[in-house]
């Protein structure tokens, strides 16, 4: 089975950095995409950032040139370094990986478990 654990969530005054891991685990042949969304209560899950393998990035507009996302194929890791934090970036924050399962052989949109963001003084 294929695993995301997240790390790195807390609690944050407004202007503070955090940064977030999530290291995907099992028995994994290969994966693609990256990213990180995120959710608050009563809403739908948005998009923060995402990284292709080849390096190509994507961010949302409520974040861009705030947050940076970076990934180590090595180590199956994918990170959220996020500065300039504003109250309205707290959120609960999900890994997700496009995956390619080796055994048994399949795809899989994998989800980690979600790491909560506060941003308040």
């Known amino acids: 089975q294929v695993q995301l654990v997240e790390s790195g969530g807390g609690l944050v005054q407004p202007g503070g950095s955090l940064r977030l891991s999530c290291t995907a685990s099992?028995?994994?042949?290969?994966?693609?995409?990256m990213g990180w969304y995120r959710q608050v209560p009563g809403k739908q899950r948005e998009l923060v950032a995402a990284?292709?393998?080849?390096?190509?990035?994507n961010y949302a507009d409520s974040v861009q040139g705030r947050f940076t996302i970076s990934r180590d194929s090595i180590k199956n890791t994918v990170y959220l370094q996020m500065n300039s934090l504003k109250p309205e970036d707290t959120a609960v924050y999900y890994c997700?990986?496009?995956?390619?399962?080796?055994?048994?052989?399949?795809?899989?949109?994998?989800w980690g478990q979600g790491t909560l963001v506060t941003v308040s003084s």
């Open positions: 997700n990986a496009d995956i390619l399962q080796s055994e048994p052989p399949r795809a899989l949109d994998a």
């Open positions: 099992g028995s994994i042949a290969s994966i693609n995409a």
């Open positions: 990284v292709t393998t080849g390096g190509n990035t």
